[in-house]
Each structure stands twice: as structure tokens, then as C-alpha cells.
């Protein structure tokens, strides 16, 4: 049997959404993640999100995240978006507020409008950051509180990196300019660095003014990305603790500009939009 899905965007992030009913034959849901996200052999997408009711009260809905590699990510916060945006579309969900539980936590998304029939525009509540090398988690010679201007050693090189937790391991390197270091290169390297158990995102920030950044990613699991909600409040939170921006920051990622703001109650609040690509049927289920 065919099974239905939806395609979302966000800042150029995409992401196919499946209810889990639909996907209820599939053995191993990573092996499928590969095979759907493939932009040559597959529908083509930065992951996969596969959503239900929550058996709970203190969420709405369950949602998973696999990326295209087949590992589950902990958070995405342009997945989740995207899942929240299916949710309204399909008119599944119709409060303002909606509660999401991620293997990170459960998220708020406050519905702030609706275009036409397929953009939404949310603020998402996407949790609080975490610092020490335990909690990232980080191998450090001895137990770090908060990992900034570190020195990691990528490629025989000395980097200084922040590190935190947000949803995901992230890595931050604040660079001049993007010309100034081959992040392409490196963004594997430190991704797959032995010093990240469970690798890591990584961010490299150029610092405009207090108020904006710039940012060039390589997303875990997924490589090169034109956006990452929890990259890119990593990257704000990363700005702030190193003094270098105000709370509140655009983030200027290839797909978009991105506003988000650490609250001083610890929350990171990012607001965006997610948009329907299209509507599709996957046939090959049976092969799976």
C-alpha cells in the first residue's frame, strides 16, 4: 500500500512528514529515512519526521526526527516546525498552542498566523541550553562546566570552539570571514571528532553587530544545510555567553533570516516560517 506524506520547507530546511500509521510496516524507519532522502533515488529531504497522538496529557503529539543518514536526531527545530505546520494543513490540530514531544523534551509552538493554505508562521519554544561537557556531551580531559574557546584540535590544527548543548550537540567556531577557513572541510572533521561521542553539529559564526550573525552549517547526520533551528540557536546562545551580541539576534543563514531570542528565563525562542512543497504517495513500502 501506498503511503501519503507531505513535504515541508523552512528557511530552505526541508522535511517530509509522515503519520506513523502510515509508516506502520516499515521495520527500520532509519533504513527508509536513507532511501526517501536520497534527492536522486528518493523524494529528496534534509530528514524525515513521523508523527502521532500522544498517549499523555502533557503533550499533544509524539514526533521522531531521522536524518539522511538513518540516525534519529534528538531535535530539529525546522523539523518540528515543519511536523507542527503538517498538523494545522491536515487539519489534524487547531488550538493556537501546540505541544510536541521530542526525544529532547516537549516543545511549544504558538500558531502566530496562517497564509493561504500552506504557510504557517510559529514561535517556537525550543528549550533551554546546556553547557557542561557531560551534558553536551564532550570528551574533555577533565569535566568542563562550559566549553568556550576551546582549543580542538582538527587536521593537526588548533580551533576554538564553543560548545553546548540544544537539542543536539552543536560546536561553534567564530570566524572573520568565511573565506578564512575551509569549513567545508572541516565541518566533517568535526563532526566525526573522537572528542564527540555522539558527534556533533557544527556552526561556523561570523559576528556582524549586536543584533545580527551570519552562519555557514554543517548539520549532523545531514551535512551541508541551507538552515538548522537548533543549529542556529546555538549559534545566538554561543554569541551571547562569548559577549559578542544582545539576546536577541538575527541569524543570517543561507536560507533565510532568522529571528530568535534567548529569554532571560533560559528559554530560546526562534520564530519562523514552514511552507508546503507538495503532497506525495511513497509506493516501495513493501521492499522495506
Request: proline content about 5%; some cysteine.
Amino acid at each position: 500500500m501506498p503511503s501519503r506524506f507531505t513535504k515541508f520547507q523552512g528557511f530552505g530546511n526541508d522535511y517530509i512528514v509522515f503519520e506513523a500509521a502510515q509508516l506502520a510496516t516499515v521495520v527500520d524507519l532509519g533504513s527508509f529515512a536513507r532511501r526517501i532522502c536520497n534527492r536522486h533515488y528518493g523524494a529528496g529531504a534534509d530528514g524525515i519526521a513521523v508523527v502521532q497522538s500522544s498517549a499523555d496529557t502533557e503533550s499533544d503529539f509524539d514526533v521522531r526526527i531521522f536524518n539522511p543518514d538513518g540516525s534519529e536526531a534528538s531535535m530539529s527545530g525546522n523539523g518540528t516546525r515543519c511536523t507542527a505546520s503538517y498538523l494545522f494543513y491536515h487539519n489534524l490540530w487547531s488550538n493556537d498552542l501546540l505541544r510536541l514531544r521530542t526525544r529532547n523534551g516537549i516543545k511549544r509552538y504558538h500558531l502566530l498566523e496562517r497564509s493561504g493554505e500552506g504557510s504557517f508562521l510559529f514561535r517556537s519554544e525550543l528549550g533551554q541550553p546546556k553547557f557542561d561537557s557531560a551534558s553536551i556531551p564532550m570528551q574533555t580531559p577533565k569535566p568542563l562546566d562550559c566549553v568556550t574557546d576551546y582549543p580542538l584540535v582538527v587536521d593537526d590544527k588548533a580551533v576554538r570552539a564553543t560548545a553546548l548543548q540544544m537539542g543536539n550537540p552543536n560546536c561553534c567556531i567564530f570566524v572573520d570571514d568565511f573565506d578564512s577557513i575551509d569549513w567545508r572541510r572541516f565541518g566533517p572533521l568535526i563532526e566525526n571528532h573522537p572528542q564527540f561521542p555522539e558527534r556533533t553539529n557544527v556552526i561556523f559564526i561570523r559576528v556582524r553587530d549586536r543584533g545580527n550573525i551570519e552562519e555557514r552549517l554543517w548539520e549532523r547526520g545531514v551535512g551541508e544545510t541551507e538552515s538548522s533551528g537548533t543549529c542556529s540557536c546555538a549559534a545566538v546562545v554561543a554569541s551571547v555567553i562569548n559577549e559578542k551580541t544582545d539576546r536577541s539576534v538575527k541569524v543570517h543563514a543561507p536560507g533565510g533570516i532568522i529571528p530568535i531570542e534567548w529569554r532571560h528565563d533560559g528559554e530560546v525562542v526562534l520564530t519562523g516560517q514552514a511552507d508546503v512543497v507538495y503532497n506525495g504517495e511513497w509506493l516501495d513500502l513493501d521492499s522495506l
